[in-house]
């Protein structure tokens, strides 16, 4: 340890910048070439295993949340990092659905909670289920488990966080087993489909022993043809096995929780999705990152470890809707949760983030660097120019219900909250569709080297498995932990690597450097 904040002391003493021209980046990639020589594989048991998702964060939406985030904080954007892209293992993730080349958010849920592709729009049964089809739904052998359930059986703690409802897609594919993910009420549920649990129910009633659960969807558990009132009975039901459980609807009861005497904890913020992060208000509603805070506080109380949830939800939301500042918004919210997972966790924690599908969106022309990622292409190049006239902006979508070319972006704020951007192929509101190239996968912690190139959507669950030795396949985990630890003389060994790999020469380019201004 002492090796290397002694290494970043000095490569900060001699941190170059850009108008040093082609030597800061060649020093850049050096300094980049000689962390991942040094870098080593973490072997350890995953003690905990925190999975932050993303809805709809594709590669462009990545590209153009760190250049938003950076240009917020002053600077041009394009040299900024988000936190995740800091970490060491990076992979990407085939998205498609068992029945659909471009997948939707259940059938995807589905592959990297329970490590099985599914169809489109169906949570928590395989591929022979159809949406919306209950002819087989009573056929357990159809249904899948997830990380939770393994999690859960191996006496560790589990919870979900997430800015959408808490029976929506993303979460719901840890819980509940149905055909149709629009079934989140029994109201949902059609007359034909007698006996189908909705939702709501599955999470409330049939997964109890959850332990965090903050999000929207208050309406879920309370308008219902049952008439019943869920989240009273399950702190009733709580109360009387004597357990420590809280249920708060609102900011200020969420931030008076205390960890200590609280074992069980569900929120649920809002009628339905919780509120775009540029409209929320913080006296109703947490953010995102306070709701994983709270989380890892409750959870880590177990000593066996704990699989957490986040998800990032409205993200998606705002490009469905061509709302690219709000979506942009969102992603950088879900960085700042990405932030507060790796400051209370250490290297027993396996974090991964990743998107479980992109959107139609993206990032075009010869702008200017600095240029504002929201604005107007400042640089149009002779021979460049839109056939049209009209000039564009840097952000645009294949499809949605933004703006065609007939409006004149220039004449616009393109800047504000709620500014469609333009889009090719019209849609109604809401309805911009997702894309179907690869997302990222970006992990840190125990065994995260086993994310190392293209992969099926589905084996992101069995990494996060194998890691925390949870699931079906954990026999590896039947000798020791230390088995997988490093000595004291590896320590020394790595020392003596960063004394002769990076000091050494960090001193002898100074001394160079010294001599060519004498």
């Not at 340890?1 to 000095?10: A, E, S």
């Not at 002819?135 to 919870?159: E, F, P, Q, R, Y």
């Not at 609807?249 to 992060?277: I, K, P």
């Not at 995260?448 to 890691?467: D, T």
Request: net charge negative; with cysteine.
């Amino acid at each position: 340890m002492r090796c290397l904040v002694l290494t970043f002391l000095i490569s900060a003493a001699f941190a170059l910048s850009e108008d040093d021209g082609k030597t800061y980046w060649m020093e850049q990639a050096q300094q980049t070439l000689r962390n991942a020589i040094l870098q080593r594989h973490n072997m350890k048991v995953a003690k905990n295993v925190i999975l932050l998702l993303g809805d709809g964060m594709g590669v462009s939406t990545v590209t153009a949340a760190r250049i938003y985030k950076g240009q917020k904080a002053g600077q041009t954007g394009e040299e900024t990092q988000l936190n995740f892209e800091k970490w060491p293992h990076v992979a990407l993730s085939k998205t498609y659905n068992t029945d659909r080349q471009v997948p939707d958010s259940a059938g995807t849920a589905t592959a990297y909670l329970c490590g099985a592709k599914a169809n489109y729009a169906t949570l928590g049964v395989d591929s022979r289920v159809a949406r919306a089809d209950c002819s087989n739904i009573g056929d357990t052998d159809t249904h899948t488990t997830s990380i939770l359930d393994w999690s859960l059986a191996a006496g560790k703690s589990v919870g979900l966080v997430t800015t959408a409802r808490v029976t929506h897609a993303t979460p719901g594919a840890g819980y509940a087993h149905t055909p149709e993910r629009n079934w989140e009420t029994d109201k949902d549920i059609p007359d034909s489909c007698p006996g189908v649990k909705d939702i709501a129910y599955q999470l409330l009633k049939d997964n109890a022993d959850i332990h965090v659960m903050l999000g929207g969807g208050r309406r879920e558990f309370y308008n219902r043809k049952d008439g019943r009132k869920l989240p009273e009975e399950w702190l009733a039901d709580k109360q009387e096995k004597g357990l420590l459980a809280k249920y708060v609807q609102n900011a200020t009861a969420f931030r008076a929780v205390s960890a200590a005497d609280t074992d069980y904890l569900l929120g649920l913020f809002a009628e339905s999705h919780m509120t775009y992060e540029l409209s929320r208000d913080n006296s109703e509603e947490p953010s995102l990152s306070e709701m994983t805070r709270k989380a890892i506080e409750i959870l880590q109380k177990n000593n066996k470890g704990f699989f957490l949830l986040v998800e990032g939800g409205r993200i998606d939301h705002g490009h469905h809707d061509n709302y690219a500042k709000r979506a942009l918004e969102e992603t950088v919210a879900f960085d700042d949760a990405v932030a507060v997972a790796m400051e209370m966790t250490g290297d027993n924690t396996l974090l991964v983030v990743t998107a479980d599908h992109s959107h139609v969106f993206n990032i075009a022309g010869y702008a200017s660097r600095g240029n504002n990622i929201l604005g107007v292409v400042d640089k149009v190049d002779p021979g460049q120019e839109p056939t049209d006239s009209l000039s564009y902006t840097t952000l645009v979508y294949g499809n949605g219900p933004g703006p065609g070319r007939e409006q004149n972006v220039s004449a616009v704020d393109a800047t504000a909250d709620d500014y469609r951007f333009q889009r090719l192929v019209p849609f109604q509101p809401e309805w911009e569709t997702h894309g179907g190239e690869d997302v990222g996968i970006y992990a840190t912690g125990p065994m995260s080297h086993l994310f190392h190139g293209v992969h099926e959507q589905n084996y992101i669950a069995h990494v996060m498995a194998y890691a925390s030795c949870v699931g079906p396949n954990n026999k590896h985990c039947e000798n020791p932990e230390d088995e997988y630890s490093c000595s004291g003389a590896t320590a020394v060994v790595n020392c003596a690597v960063v004394v002769h790999m990076i000091i050494i020469p960090m001193i002898v380019c100074l001394l160079v450097k010294n001599m060519h201004t004498m």
